[in-house]
């Protein structure tokens, strides 16, 4: 009962408006297809019975939920809605169960007065689980938007900033118009604010003396413009979430890498500010995995070119390494050089070769990480590939690198030549060819008297 008192104000407008997806340049939004497909015609009878087979999985995905067969029939505005939004919209009513029927008849009323433009599934749960928790009534959840608005935020960011940070309805108007006037003062603008609040709804719940305004001294500090620093946040609000004396860790790190002077170049082509944050994303790329802090900048130091690669690429490999390698991500401490190389062209045949050589008793010892890894091609080849024919063919299949076909091209054009210069000369003599005499013959040098008495000093000796 307690659920479906919030079933039709949940499918009308929670699914309805999830569907409003605001616009910003810096979102990355990944389209499956480039064009649009045209219309397909269905006969009436497919129509019908693809109809009957959608109410059928409509009946079931309700009475997983406890609602009778005969809801359908009553509330047949449904049938419009995805099977995927409506099973969302189900599990997070849900989730309220025990919240009682006041409860949701007050707040059903109290969303539809507030008119929030995007009321996604996420937004209502957080804003319910919120409310509830700290006893707050619709009309104190309508001051508390008034406010959002007052400093210039639209109504999308409204929606973003209670779906991601609910904690902002607990605020005080005061505490909220502090951390606006804050970011003001590094002369950011008022659109800018707007799109910083919606990147990074949780800007609005930092506290000002202890952690924005150090921050700031921070950064200017280390000797950032206010220029630098704006144009650096709107681009990465982000950067507003590191610790007080994180990015100054960072930029010593930077500044004592030992690498080759191409690299540290290309470190420090986009700035020192878009490096150390740079680094901040690998630092807690890695940690997410099991290390700590300390163990993520050595193997950063150790190995530069870390900074360089895409933090996806790095997940990758960690992946690679934990679930099909079977090595402990600790093993990174010892063996940092496994991050710079190339996933596809140097891990995946290595992995390849050794494992086909252990399924077949090949290898007289465990072959570890640091013998997989810190070998040079060359000697890798020579000890792992070159000795088993069938290593080639998994090598060079997996490597997508060319230098053992490579190889075998070199050695039979050379086969191929040298064939032909045999006939050729096979066609003009019957003895060896013409002038090979030549090349056995050792070259002469002039010798000087300065030479000959050197000679002769020596075999007097």
């Given at each position: 009962?307690?659920?479906?008192?919030?079933?039709?104000?949940?499918?009308?407008?929670?699914?309805?408006?999830?569907?409003?997806?605001?616009?910003?340049?810096?979102?990355?939004?990944?389209?499956?297809?480039?064009?649009?497909?045209?219309?397909?015609?269905?006969?009436?009878?497919?129509?019908?019975?693809?109809?009957?087979?959608?109410?059928?999985?409509?009946?079931?995905?309700?009475?997983?939920?406890?609602?009778?067969?005969?809801?359908?029939?009553?509330?047949?505005?449904?049938?419009?809605?995805?099977?995927?939004?409506?099973?969302?919209?189900?599990?997070?009513?849900?989730?309220?169960?025990?919240?009682?029927?006041?409860?949701?008849?007050?707040?059903?009323?109290?969303?539809?007065?507030?008119?929030?433009?995007?009321?996604?599934?996420?937004?209502?749960?957080?804003?319910?689980?919120?409310?509830?928790?700290?006893?707050?009534?619709?009309?104190?959840?309508?001051?508390?938007?008034?406010?959002?608005?007052?400093?210039?935020?639209?109504?999308?960011?409204?929606?973003?900033?209670?779906?991601?940070?609910?904690?902002?309805?607990?605020?005080?108007?005061?505490?909220?118009?502090?951390?606006?006037?804050?970011?003001?003062?590094?002369?950011?603008?008022?659109?800018?604010?707007?799109?910083?609040?919606?990147?990074?709804?949780?800007?609005?719940?930092?506290?000002?003396?202890?952690?924005?305004?150090?921050?700031?001294?921070?950064?200017?500090?280390?000797?950032?413009?206010?220029?630098?620093?704006?144009?650096?946040?709107?681009?990465?609000?982000?950067?507003?979430?590191?610790?007080?004396?994180?990015?100054?860790?960072?930029?010593?790190?930077?500044?004592?890498?030992?690498?080759?002077?191409?690299?540290?170049?290309?470190?420090?082509?986009?700035?020192?500010?878009?490096a150390?944050?740079?680094?901040?994303?690998?630092?807690?790329?890695?940690c997410?995995?099991g290390?700590?802090?300390?163990?993520?900048?050595?193997i950063?130091?150790?190995?530069?070119?870390?900074?360089?690669?895409?933090?996806?690429?790095?997940?990758?490999?960690?992946?690679?390494?934990?679930?099909?390698?079977?090595?402990?991500?600790?093993?990174?401490i010892?063996?940092?050089?496994?991050?710079?190389?190339?996933?596809?062209?140097?891990?995946?045949?290595?992995?390849?070769?050794?494992?086909?050589l252990?399924?077949?008793?090949?290898?007289?010892?465990?072959?570890?990480?640091?013998?997989?890894?810190?070998?040079?091609?060359?000697?890798?080849?020579?000890?792992?590939?070159?000795?088993?024919?069938?290593?080639?063919?998994?090598?060079?299949?997996?490597?997508?690198?060319?230098?053992?076909?490579?190889?075998?091209?070199a050695?039979?054009?050379?086969?191929?030549?040298?064939?032909?210069?045999?006939?050729?000369?096979?066609e003009?003599?019957?003895?060896?060819?013409?002038?090979?005499?030549k090349?056995?013959?050792?070259?002469?040098?002039?010798?000087?008297?300065?030479?000959?008495?050197?000679?002769?000093?020596?075999?007097?000796?």
């Amino acid at each position: 009962m307690d659920i479906r008192v919030l079933m039709r104000f949940s499918f009308r407008r929670v699914i309805l408006n999830s569907n409003q997806i605001p616009t910003y340049t810096r979102e990355k939004i990944r389209y499956f297809s480039q064009t649009s497909n045209p219309p397909i015609t269905s006969s009436p009878d497919f129509v019908e019975g693809s109809q009957h087979r959608r109410e059928v999985l409509i009946v079931s995905l309700l009475k997983r939920y406890d609602f009778p067969h005969e809801f359908l029939g009553k509330s047949r505005f449904i049938l419009k809605f995805s099977l995927e939004d409506m099973e969302k919209s189900l599990g997070i009513l849900s989730s309220f169960k025990s919240v009682g029927v006041d409860f949701l008849k007050k707040w059903e009323m109290g969303f539809s007065e507030l008119r929030i433009c995007s009321g996604s599934p996420m937004l209502i749960q957080s804003v319910l689980e919120h409310c509830k928790r700290f006893q707050i009534e619709p009309i104190d959840l309508s001051k508390r938007l008034g406010v959002l608005k007052d400093i210039g935020l639209r109504d999308e960011t409204i929606a973003k900033v209670l779906e991601d940070f609910s904690g902002i309805i607990s605020l005080k108007a005061n505490d909220v118009s502090n951390r606006i006037e804050v970011l003001k003062k590094i002369v950011i603008r008022r659109d800018e604010i707007n799109e910083i609040c919606y990147l990074y709804p949780r800007v609005l719940g930092l506290c000002v003396e202890d952690r924005m305004k150090r921050l700031f001294n921070e950064f200017e500090d280390m000797g950032f413009t206010s220029d630098e620093t704006r144009r650096q946040i709107t681009i990465n609000p982000q950067i507003l979430a590191v610790e007080i004396g994180e990015m100054s860790c960072y930029m010593e790190l930077i500044r004592d890498l030992k690498c080759r002077l191409a690299i540290k170049e290309k470190i420090l082509s986009t700035g020192l500010f878009k490096a150390c944050f740079e680094v901040k994303l690998r630092v807690d790329c890695l940690c997410k995995h099991g290390l700590i802090r300390r163990e993520a900048l050595k193997i950063l130091q150790a190995e530069p070119r870390l900074i360089l690669y895409d933090v996806e690429d790095i997940e990758k490999k960690m992946e690679f390494l934990q679930n099909k390698m079977g090595f402990s991500i600790r093993c990174l401490i010892e063996v940092p050089e496994y991050l710079g190389v190339n996933l596809k062209k140097q891990i995946v045949p290595r992995y390849n070769v050794i494992e086909y050589l252990r399924s077949i008793g090949g290898l007289r010892c465990e072959v570890g990480l640091r013998d997989m890894i810190k070998l040079s091609r060359v000697r890798f080849y020579n000890l792992y590939v070159k000795p088993y024919p069938d290593c080639e063919t998994i090598y060079a299949r997996f490597s997508g690198d060319t230098e053992v076909e490579n190889r075998r091209r070199a050695c039979g054009s050379i086969c191929r030549r040298f064939s032909r210069d045999i006939e050729v000369a096979n066609e003009n003599s019957v003895g060896h060819p013409v002038g090979l005499w030549k090349l056995f013959k050792p070259h002469s040098y002039t010798q000087t008297e300065e030479d000959l008495k050197n000679t002769m000093l020596l075999m007097k000796m």
